[in-house]
């Protein structure tokens, strides 16, 4: 399938809430994951980075991710992932995006999540998940819901950008 246009800061589509998917085999939802997987790869291939993408920031309005980690502990789509349960513990960290590359935000997210969700099959499974994975499925799940990290700021001083973070910030956390 095709690498797709990965959708920038300022497109209304990434403000949108995603649909659910009903019908994990149907052909849509294979294209779908098909060309989040295409793009991911893409991206990593011209710079080095990105773990993970939404559907919404390829132009598809359903609850749709695809997670590659870099250290294969997990690889594949998650369709309709709901966070079921969110620890006490809390970790602020740099956060970045493939639709506003440049940018760096300071966030704060839950340390550890368990989520549910269904497979490229349709099976429903569970995952739990810390540090890396835990923040990036929460990053992932909010471009579902149409939040994006700017919105999860930690203050006015939160934002940097990327030459500058890798300059002051990239070895200290």
Same mark, same amino acid.
């Given at each position: 399938?095709?690498?797709?246009?990965?959708?920038?800061?300022?497109?209304?589509?990434?403000?949108?809430?995603?649909?659910?998917?009903?019908?994990?085999?149907?052909?849509?939802?294979?294209?779908?994951?098909?060309?989040?997987? @295409?793009?991911?790869? &893409?991206? *990593?291939?011209?710079?080095?980075? !990105?773990?993970?993408?939404?559907?919404? $920031?390829?132009?598809?309005?359903?609850?749709?991710?695809?997670?590659?980690?870099?250290?294969?502990?997990?690889?594949?789509?998650?369709?309709?992932?709901?966070?079921?349960?969110?620890?006490?513990?809390?970790?602020?960290?740099?956060?970045?995006?493939?639709?506003?590359?440049?940018?760096?935000?300071?966030?704060?997210?839950?340390?550890?999540?368990?989520?549910?969700?269904? @497979?490229?099959?349709? &099976?429903? *499974?569970?995952?739990?998940?810390? !540090?890396?994975?835990?923040?990036?499925? $929460?990053?992932?799940?909010?471009?579902?819901?149409?939040?994006?990290?700017?919105?999860?700021?930690?203050?006015?001083?939160?934002?940097?950008?990327?030459?500058?973070?890798?300059?002051?910030?990239?070895?200290?956390?």
């Amino acid at each position: 399938m095709p690498v797709r246009e990965i959708f920038q800061l300022g497109h209304p589509t990434l403000w949108q809430e995603a649909a659910g998917v009903g019908d994990t085999k149907a052909v849509e939802t294979i294209a779908t994951i098909r060309d989040l997987s @295409d793009t991911l790869d &893409d991206f *990593r291939s011209r710079y080095g980075r !990105g773990r993970g993408i939404a559907a919404p $920031q390829i132009g598809v309005a359903r609850r749709i991710v695809y997670v590659r980690m870099p250290d294969g502990s997990f690889d594949g789509p998650l369709i309709n992932p709901q966070v079921v349960w969110g620890s006490s513990e809390r970790l602020e960290l740099w956060d970045d995006c493939m639709s506003f590359p440049d940018l760096m935000i300071r966030v704060m997210r839950v340390a550890s999540i368990r989520l549910e969700y269904l @497979d490229a099959g349709g &099976d429903r *499974r569970e995952l739990e998940a810390s !540090g890396d994975l835990s923040e990036l499925l $929460q990053h992932e799940i909010d471009h579902l819901d149409g939040i994006l990290a700017i919105r999860r700021a930690v203050g006015p001083g939160a934002f940097a950008t990327r030459a500058e973070w890798e300059r002051r910030y990239k070895n200290r956390d």
